[in-house]
């Protein structure tokens, strides 16, 4: 059986203690629903968010990692040194590190299996751009993204993958896909992994939807069937709108 989650992705905001104010804020929220919580710090602050929220429910994720699992990469962090500080969800392929870092789907399926190597949970996001989806190419795109990152893995492998579908050109635009048009997206994710896989792995993953998710629409796009939550950006830095979204499965 499937997991609702919502995602906050902080991506590139919060100091310290702005982190602590925040993370203070969302402990002080119900959780009325039954979808799982989790949050994205940037990695200074992963431990001590992780430190914060060890008396809660709510699930702290990295925004990014390296494929190596050591050696010499300036600046960049380990699926291992993730784990060692207890972090074991690493959001993957955000398109933000796909356009500014030029991750690519084969550097991404690398990622993916040193996360799996070290036994974490692996959101990995995908979607289309806008002029894919302009000339009706959006699920060619979405297919090839994810038979190119993912579809080397064996069954068993996808209990630790969450996917998330967020078109390029509602990330952060106050642009949303609409209910229907997530809907459909997510059906054909769901048929194009059921196609590979197995239906039992397809009814299985749970598909988050991101994009410009609001407390005003995150209920209607939640009730869609094949969506199971969201991947929140802006949204997510305050934590009365975070847990508007959250509580959109109460
Ligand atoms: C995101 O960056 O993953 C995202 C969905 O951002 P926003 O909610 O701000 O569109």
């Given at each position: 059986?499937?997991?609702?989650?919502?995602?906050?992705?902080?991506?590139?905001?919060?100091?310290?203690?702005?982190?602590?104010?925040?993370?203070?804020?969302?402990?002080?929220k119900?959780n009325?629903?039954?979808?799982?919580?989790?949050?994205?710090?940037?990695?200074?602050?992963?431990?001590?968010?992780?430190?914060?929220?060890?008396?809660?429910?709510?699930?702290?994720?990295?925004?990014?990692?390296?494929?190596?699992?050591s050696?010499?990469?300036?600046?960049?962090?380990?699926?291992g040194?993730?784990?060692?500080?207890?972090?074991?969800?690493?959001?993957?392929?955000?398109?933000e590190?796909?356009?500014?870092?030029?991750?690519?789907?084969?550097?991404?399926?690398?990622?993916?299996?040193?996360?799996?190597?070290?036994?974490?949970?692996?959101?990995?996001?995908?979607?289309?751009?806008?002029?894919?989806?302009?000339?009706?190419?959006?699920?060619?795109?979405?297919?090839?993204?994810?038979?190119?990152?993912?579809f080397?893995?064996?069954?068993?492998?996808?209990?630790?993958i969450?996917?998330?579908?967020?078109?390029?050109?509602?990330?952060?635009t106050?642009?949303?896909?609409?209910?229907?048009?997530?809907?459909?997206?997510?059906a054909f994710?769901?048929?194009?992994?059921?196609?590979?896989?197995?239906?039992?792995?397809?009814?299985?993953?749970?598909?988050?939807?991101?994009?410009?998710?609001?407390?005003?629409?995150a209920?209607?796009?939640?009730?869609?069937?094949?969506?199971?939550?969201?991947?929140?950006?802006?949204?997510?830095?305050?934590?009365?709108?975070?847990?508007?979204?959250?509580?959109?499965f109460?």
């Amino acid at each position: 059986m499937r997991k609702n989650i919502v995602a906050g992705n902080w991506k590139m905001n919060n100091d310290l203690g702005a982190t602590a104010t925040l993370i203070t804020a969302l402990k002080q929220k119900k959780n009325e629903g039954n979808a799982e919580v989790i949050i994205a710090p940037t990695f200074v602050n992963l431990y001590s968010a992780f430190d914060s929220l060890s008396d809660s429910n709510i699930t702290v994720a990295a925004q990014n990692m390296h494929q190596a699992e050591s050696g010499a990469y300036t600046g960049e962090i380990s699926a291992g040194m993730l784990k060692g500080i207890g972090v074991d969800t690493v959001i993957l392929g955000h398109s933000e590190r796909r356009a500014y870092f030029h991750e690519s789907d084969e550097l991404l399926a690398q990622k993916v299996d040193s996360a799996l190597k070290n036994n974490m949970r692996i959101i990995f996001c995908f979607g289309e751009e806008l002029e894919d989806r302009k000339a009706g190419k959006e699920e060619n795109v979405v297919g090839s993204q994810l038979k190119n990152a993912l579809f080397h893995l064996d069954a068993s492998a996808w209990s630790n993958i969450v996917l998330a579908y967020e078109p390029v050109w509602a990330i952060g635009t106050g642009e949303t896909a609409s209910p229907e048009q997530a809907q459909d997206m997510h059906a054909f994710i769901r048929k194009t992994v059921a196609e590979k896989y197995n239906s039992d792995v397809a009814e299985n993953v749970s598909i988050l939807y991101g994009g410009s998710v609001k407390p005003a629409n995150a209920k209607e796009i939640f009730g869609k069937p094949d969506v199971d939550g969201g991947l929140i950006g802006g949204a997510a830095l305050k934590a009365d709108d975070f847990f508007d979204i959250v509580n959109a499965f109460a």
